[in-house]
């Protein structure tokens, strides 16, 4: 019998999805690519391309899961295999929500051009994924809308030619492999108009922002809340020397996501839901400023509070250990690359007990297993995901639909915080 220790080999029934987002000229999300493989095995990392074939079951899934809570309502791009093509099985799928991706191994002979041409009138959007300038791809031009060309490593020179012939054609062109901000200008300087990458994904052009008076004020706040011998009188105190703070907060917790109503003050809140669930919700409030600074930080900030709740959710999935500490392992753990700040700094104006701090400063602890399997689910890196499955007792096919629910949760509760 498999016990948590050495769960069973992979099935069919296990699933993996995670997502990519892609941006535009003004560096806003306008869709996600979902990264889903047939097993833990094709992707890797370093044994075989991120294209690998993804399969039927994957595709049910994710219409068993929903794909508007994998990206609150953008467009969803999927790959798509040549068998899933001829089939249909993108069908599944209304086209007003997706981008059929055809990975790189997909050629433009005869079936395929006829299966693209029929689900364009069916209203599909096509991209072609990873495109090289092969011969056997040609054919499939005319049928694309979007083109994805992979940078890296690749110079100006060398780029902007391709670009200039494709957009001829009438196709929009998607720069992938986006690692630095200079390499991004690049790109939209000769004339692509999507991007996708690390760059985008990771929120270090962040760094170096001055902390706001408001997230100061947070941050004083979250350290009196860790205090039992601070008074509700000195908490409402300093609430009243940020008043915008004080109201914000009101409206949070009498809002649905709380299910309260008619809290009328600080201390009747902290009365009522207790200073741990205050202290929740001002994290979240801390991020929501960093968010509102542009589309790039609001989605770096979307991404702090998906981990954050991914990693309670596999704590609460394991059945061991606190699902609300690790929530606070997760958000803390971005909060140096969003808050411009070394992460001893941020810590020691907050009051996180040791075993989080060991978590986050030195990677070690049950803490920081949990951390690793969620930010090795975030990179599609399945391998990661299952030994730190192993480790922590997770079941995989929960792994799925706690990262589904992390999104939703995440979208959520930023829109509230904003409100």
């Not at 994924?129 to 979007?146: F, K, T």
């Amino acid at each position: 019998m498999a016990t948590p220790e050495t769960p069973p080999p992979p099935t069919a029934q296990d699933v993996y999805v995670a997502r990519q987002p892609i941006f535009d000229v003004r560096n806003e999300v306008v869709a996600y690519e979902l990264l889903y493989r047939d097993s833990a095995q094709s992707t890797a990392a370093g044994l075989q391309p991120a294209s690998v074939m993804c399969n039927e079951m994957a595709l049910h899934a994710m219409l068993t899961i929903g794909l508007d809570r994998l990206t609150g309502g953008a467009t969803a791009w999927i790959n798509i295999t040549r068998d899933h093509l001829l089939n249909g099985l993108h069908r599944l799928f209304a086209p007003q929500n997706i981008v059929l991706e055809l990975l790189e191994s997909v050629s433009g002979d005869e079936e395929v051009v006829a299966a693209c041409e029929r689900a364009r009138a069916d209203g599909y959007v096509l991209a072609l994924d990873d495109y090289d300038g092969r011969a056997e791809l040609l054919p499939l031009l005319p049928q694309a809308s979007v083109i994805k060309l992979q940078i890296f490593d690749r110079t100006e020179q060398e780029l902007a030619p391709l670009v200039r012939s494709l957009r001829a054609d009438g196709l929009t062109v998607l720069a992938e492999c986006v690692e630095t901000v200079e390499s991004r200008n690049m790109c939209q300087r000769i004339g692509c108009t999507l991007f996708q990458g690390y760059v985008f994904s990771r929120p270090e052009t962040l760094v170096g922002r001055a902390m706001s008076v408001e997230q100061l004020t947070i941050l004083n706040i979250l350290s009196m809340l860790g205090n039992d011998r601070i008074s509700e009188a000195k908490l409402e105190e300093a609430f009243q020397s940020h008043p915008t703070l004080s109201y914000a907060l009101l409206r949070i917790v009498n809002s649905a996501a709380i299910g309260l109503r008619s809290v009328t003050s600080i201390p009747h809140a902290m009365r009522i839901i207790g200073r741990t669930a205050l202290s929740r919700w001002l994290h979240v409030m801390l991020l929501a400023t960093v968010a509102s600074r542009s589309p790039l930080a609001h989605e770096a900030v979307q991404q702090a509070l998906v981990r954050a709740r991914f990693c309670e959710l596999l704590t609460m999935e394991s059945g061991t250990g606190d699902p609300a500490a690790q929530f606070m392992v997760g958000l803390l753990s971005r909060l140096d690359v969003l808050l411009g700040m070394p992460l001893a700094e941020v810590l020691e104006r907050l009051p996180v007990r040791p075993e989080v701090r060991i978590a986050l400063l030195e990677g070690t602890g049950s803490h920081a297993r949990t951390l690793k399997t969620a930010v090795a689910y975030e990179n599609a890196d399945w391998d990661a995901v299952r030994a730190g499955a192993s480790a922590s007792g997770f079941r995989m096919r929960a792994l799925m639909e706690a990262y589904a629910e992390a999104t939703e949760w995440a979208a959520e509760r930023l829109a509230s915080a904003k409100r």
